[in-house]
């Protein structure tokens, strides 16, 4: 617990000395406030676009896109990556087709999903949910496949179902791999949707951005930045809560070897 206060300690005094080193520069050099804005500017694009309520609406319709996607692009990642790694034949014929979806780039395919999907939010889910969807599923493809064949083995020998294997040894053994890539998806996830706000959309902090880059206004650019930066670290933060909790006994077994 101390040692989570030090760190917490050490990021609040690198935040406030980043700040500092900004302000200070932005002096010295005199930067114009249409390249860059002081921080006291930022902050106080910040602070008017929250009181007054003007990021509300694009902050939930950003959240709601990131949110719905990246939680179907995930479930289908970790199902398809499972299904893939129980049966070889199928990874064989598959494999091919989802390694050339990964290597088409989004941005590129934005128009088409729009097309299908709409002018909306649709289109955003659909997006974000292809984005998440790749570093879920080699994880999930490579936890599964690196358990100890000893303990499959012993199930065996046991009589235990594949599906009793799957579910009680093989994904609890690549649990630790899979929250990995949910991490990973997590700026993935807000990558795609401010990718599908600049597109086509009617709200989002995407088109709150490029609205604002239409207008010059700098400092509600940076102060857009700010939040979509503080919704990334929220999302890492509870995921990694997620993590402890669910892959629990990892955190005692460090517990044990630091102790040793």
């Given at each position: 617990?101390?040692?989570?206060?030090?760190?917490?300690?050490?990021?609040?005094?690198?935040?406030?000395?980043?700040?500092?080193?900004?302000?200070?520069?932005?002096?010295?050099?005199?930067?114009?406030?249409?390249?860059?804005?002081?921080?006291?500017?930022?902050?106080?694009?910040?602070?008017?676009?929250?009181?007054?309520?003007?990021?509300?609406?694009?902050?939930?319709?950003?959240?709601?896109?990131?949110?719905?996607?990246?939680?179907?692009?995930?479930?289908?990642?970790?199902?398809?990556?499972?299904?893939?790694?129980?049966?070889?034949?199928?990874?064989?014929?598959?494999?091919?087709?989802?390694?050339?979806?990964?290597?088409?780039?989004?941005?590129?395919?934005?128009?088409?999903?729009?097309?299908?999907?709409?002018?909306?939010?649709?289109?955003?889910?659909?997006?974000?949910?292809?984005?998440?969807?790749?570093?879920?599923?080699?994880?999930?493809?490579?936890?599964?496949?690196?358990?100890?064949?000893?303990?499959?083995?012993?199930y065996r020998a046991f009589r235990a179902s594949r599906w009793?294997?799957?579910?009680?040894?093989?994904?609890?053994?690549?649990?630790?791999?899979?929250?990995?890539?949910?991490?990973?998806?997590?700026?993935?996830?807000?990558?795609?949707?401010?990718?599908?706000?600049?597109?086509?959309?009617?709200?989002?902090?995407?088109?709150?951005?490029?609205?604002?880059?239409?207008?010059?206004?700098?400092?509600?650019?940076?102060?857009?930045?700010?939040?979509?930066?503080?919704?990334?670290?929220?999302?890492?933060?509870?995921?990694?809560?997620?993590?402890?909790?669910?892959?629990?006994?990892?955190?005692?077994?460090?517990?044990?070897?630091?102790?040793?």
């Amino acid at each position: 617990m101390k040692f989570r206060w030090l760190e917490i300690a050490v990021s609040v005094f690198l935040f406030v000395a980043s700040l500092l080193l900004w302000d200070m520069a932005i002096r010295l050099f005199k930067v114009p406030a249409y390249l860059v804005p002081s921080p006291l500017s930022v902050g106080a694009a910040l602070i008017d676009g929250l009181v007054n309520g003007t990021f509300y609406p694009h902050i939930a319709a950003t959240l709601y896109a990131v949110v719905a996607g990246y939680l179907v692009g995930c479930f289908l990642a970790v199902v398809i990556g499972a299904l893939l790694a129980e049966v070889p034949l199928l990874e064989g014929a598959l494999m091919p087709y989802i390694v050339a979806l990964q290597s088409m780039p989004k941005v590129a395919l934005a128009p088409l999903i729009i097309v299908w999907f709409g002018f909306g939010m649709s289109s955003k889910v659909v997006l974000v949910a292809l984005i998440c969807f790749f570093p879920v599923f080699i994880n999930t493809l490579v936890g599964v496949r690196s358990v100890n064949p000893d303990i499959v083995n012993l199930y065996r020998a046991f009589r235990a179902s594949r599906w009793n294997i799957l579910l009680n040894v093989k994904l609890p053994a690549a649990a630790s791999s899979i929250f990995a890539g949910l991490q990973i998806s997590v700026a993935m996830a807000l990558i795609g949707a401010v990718v599908g706000e600049f597109i086509a959309s009617k709200a989002g902090l995407g088109n709150l951005l490029q609205a604002s880059s239409m207008t010059m206004d700098v400092a509600t650019m940076f102060a857009v930045v700010i939040v979509l930066a503080a919704i990334g670290v929220i999302g890492n933060e509870i995921l990694q809560y997620l993590h402890r909790r669910v892959v629990f006994w990892e955190s005692r077994t460090h517990a044990v070897a630091e102790s040793a």
